[in-house]
């Protein structure tokens, strides 16, 4: 079957950094997208990464390695406002997006 | 504002009833999905349409059906709601059904007691 793991919940320190991982298996591939939702809101799109290497994005990065099957979304000078759940999804052969159950990122003063 | 407008916001359905959810989307996105949302769960798909006039299932379809008349609008009914359908329901849409990113709705809260 297809799975997105990513962990569940992760605690981290305003201004610093914090990394979240992806690990995919899936049929196929043709793209990997982060998302950002906060609570009771709509999810937001944040990256696309198709080839592998680091994609920048002011102050938030991701990265893609396809022989692993694994992405990794980095925030920097990390900021009250992004406290949220962080979305992983794939695109598989069929082009149908397969989601993770995303990360909850509580972010501490 | 460009964007994916749904109603209702949040809905109590007794079980049983027929209910229709709303999907406009002003963008003219060819590609339209619904989605629902479970407390630890990803997102999954309920219907899509790649383009104006065509539907598929999802992961998961059974008791909802769609209908794409034109490119703006894709409502989603749920014939005789079930508990188990208590959800949050998000419209999407994009650009092309291949690579484009997902723009969503702000999502229907709906409870079926």
């Known amino acids: 079957g297809q799975n997105i793991d990513q962990p569940t919940e992760m605690t981290a320190t305003e201004g610093a950094i914090v990394q979240i991982n992806c690990t995919y298996q899936?049929?196929?591939?043709?793209?990997l997208f982060w998302y950002q939702q906060h609570a009771g809101e709509a999810p937001t799109f944040l990256s696309y990464?198709?080839l592998d290497g680091l994609e920048e994005k002011g102050r938030f990065s991701s990265f893609l390695s396809r022989s692993k099957g694994y992405s990794y979304l980095l925030l920097k000078e990390l900021q009250m406002k992004d406290s949220a759940s962080y979305l992983c999804?794939?695109?598989?052969?069929?082009?149908?997006?397969?989601w993770g159950a995303g990360t909850k990122l509580i972010i501490k003063p | 504002i460009a964007g994916i407008t749904q109603a209702p916001t949040s809905q109590i359905l007794a079980a049983g009833r027929r209910m229709t959810l709303r999907c406009t989307q002003d963008m003219r996105h060819n590609a339209m999905y619904w989605y629902r949302q479970d407390l630890g769960l990803g997102l999954r798909l309920i219907h899509y349409?790649?383009?104006?006039?065509?539907?598929g299932k999802g992961e998961v379809p059974d008791g909802y059906s769609v209908s794409r008349a034109n490119t703006d609008d894709f409502p989603l009914t749920l014939a005789s709601a079930v508990p188990s359908q208590t959800s949050v329901y998000f419209c999407?849409?994009?650009?092309?059904?291949?690579?484009?990113?997902?723009?969503f709705g702000n999502g229907t809260r709906l409870t079926v007691t």
């Open positions: 999804a794939v695109k598989d052969s069929n082009y149908q997006l397969i």
């Open positions: 999407a849409s994009s650009s092309t059904a291949t690579e484009s990113p997902l723009h």
């Open positions: 990464n198709v």
């Open positions: 349409s790649n383009t104006a006039g065509t539907t």
């Open positions: 899936t049929s196929g591939f043709n793209g």
